[in-house]
């Protein structure tokens, strides 16, 4: 019986391959491997600035050629000129996936993920969510999650208004992708929600899919992932900021388990399509 429903969440799942191979179309899935670099078009700084870390290099050297907050893309022609962008990048990287999607070094991943997500929608899913019992529990890890994607998107307007207001175009580009990548993974997870249509943990015998629900996978879990994946490959030498994000992704999306929101399966599969669009973008 185990085995049945072992490959039958495989099957499952194997069409999800399509939605995390987004990264196989630039350098995004060599994330962790490509040596980070400079942005393309900056101007290094001079010996007289002083001592700066790489990511404050980044984000001071076009300030003396961006006077105006017009020139930096916060005008409404610049604002929609750069969500085009931003949609069009994102579309080519989703033409590009069938080719991409059985890659080898993508395997390397896609695999063990699947083989993951398997076993905890056999094995982990239902007997975890019997666990909690407490309401009140319930609804503060609910309040948590709620807030700490509030804060994720707080931050990323915050940066992209103070780029515009200091004419630092790095910081903000970071602010607007990270908004940009947060809409991505959303519409992406929301398109996936509806196609595997799974029961929430709160209805009784919660977890088949097919069933009536948005529970598969989850979208504050995608969204986080993002937003935290964009920070890092942004200012990726800078360890509180990077981490701090990422700290911040997980426990906005561990939160939805005991909120009774996801199962764990959902919040695995909706980080790593988070990840996967945040880091992609955030290549390109």
Same mark, same amino acid.
């Given at each position: 019986?185990?085995?049945?429903?072992?490959?039958?969440?495989?099957?499952?799942?194997?069409?999800?391959?399509?939605?995390?191979?987004?990264?196989?179309? $630039?350098?995004?899935?060599?994330?962790?491997?490509?040596?980070? *670099?400079?942005?393309?078009?900056?101007?290094?700084?001079?010996? *007289?600035?002083?001592?700066?870390?790489?990511?404050?290099?980044?984000?001071?050297?076009?300030?003396?050629?961006?006077?105006?907050?017009?020139?930096?893309?916060? $005008?409404?022609?610049?604002?929609?000129?750069?969500?085009?962008?931003?949609?069009?990048?994102?579309?080519?990287?989703?033409?590009?996936?069938?080719?991409?999607?059985?890659?080898?070094?993508?395997?390397?991943?896609?695999?063990?993920?699947?083989?993951?997500?398997?076993?905890?929608?056999?094995?982990?899913?239902?007997?975890?969510?019997?666990?909690?019992?407490?309401?009140?529990?319930?609804?503060?890890?609910?309040?948590?999650?709620?807030?700490?994607?509030?804060?994720?998107?707080?931050? $990323?307007?915050?940066?992209?208004?103070?780029?515009?207001?200091?004419?630092?175009?790095?910081?903000?580009?970071?602010?607007?992708?990270?908004?940009?990548?947060?809409?991505?993974?959303?519409?992406?997870?929301?398109?996936?929600?509806?196609?595997?249509?799974?029961?929430?943990? *709160?209805?009784?015998?919660?977890?088949?899919?097919?069933?009536?629900?948005?529970?598969?996978?989850?979208?504050?879990?995608?969204?986080?992932?993002?937003?935290?994946?964009?920070?890092?490959?942004?200012?990726?030498?800078?360890?509180?900021?990077?981490? $701090?994000?990422?700290?911040?992704?997980?426990?906005?999306?561990? *939160?939805?388990?005991?909120?009774?929101?996801?199962?764990?399966?959902?919040?695995?599969?909706?980080?790593?399509?988070?990840?996967?669009?945040?880091?992609?973008?955030?290549?390109?």
């Amino acid at each position: 019986m185990t085995t049945c429903r072992i490959i039958s969440a495989f099957r499952l799942l194997e069409w999800c391959l399509i939605v995390f191979a987004t990264a196989v179309c $630039g350098p995004a899935l060599a994330l962790a491997q490509t040596p980070q *670099s400079a942005e393309p078009g900056l101007v290094a700084p001079s010996a *007289s600035e002083g001592v700066q870390s790489p990511d404050q290099a980044r984000e001071d050297q076009e300030l003396p050629t961006r006077p105006k907050a017009s020139e930096e893309g916060c $005008g409404v022609h610049e604002f929609s000129h750069d969500t085009w962008r931003e949609v069009s990048h994102f579309g080519q990287g989703l033409k590009a996936v069938p080719r991409g999607v059985v890659r080898p070094s993508n395997l390397k991943w896609e695999l063990p993920i699947l083989a993951a997500t398997g076993i905890l929608i056999a094995k982990v899913d239902k007997p975890a969510d019997n666990r909690i019992q407490s309401l009140s529990f319930q609804q503060t890890a609910g309040r948590w999650s709620n807030a700490g994607l509030g804060i994720e998107i707080g931050a $990323g307007a915050l940066a992209y208004v103070a780029g515009c207001h200091k004419h630092n175009s790095y910081l903000r580009d970071t602010g607007f992708k990270t908004l940009a990548a947060m809409g991505a993974a959303g519409t992406v997870d929301l398109a996936l929600k509806l196609a595997f249509n799974r029961q929430f943990p *709160s209805k009784t015998g919660g977890g088949q899919f097919w069933e009536g629900g948005r529970s598969f996978p989850s979208g504050h879990s995608a969204t986080s992932f993002a937003f935290a994946a964009v920070i890092a490959h942004r200012y990726p030498h800078n360890p509180w900021v990077k981490w $701090g994000a990422y700290a911040l992704a997980t426990g906005v999306s561990l *939160s939805r388990y005991p909120a009774k929101k996801h199962f764990p399966s959902d919040i695995l599969i909706g980080a790593t399509l988070g990840y996967v669009t945040g880091a992609y973008l955030a290549e390109h």
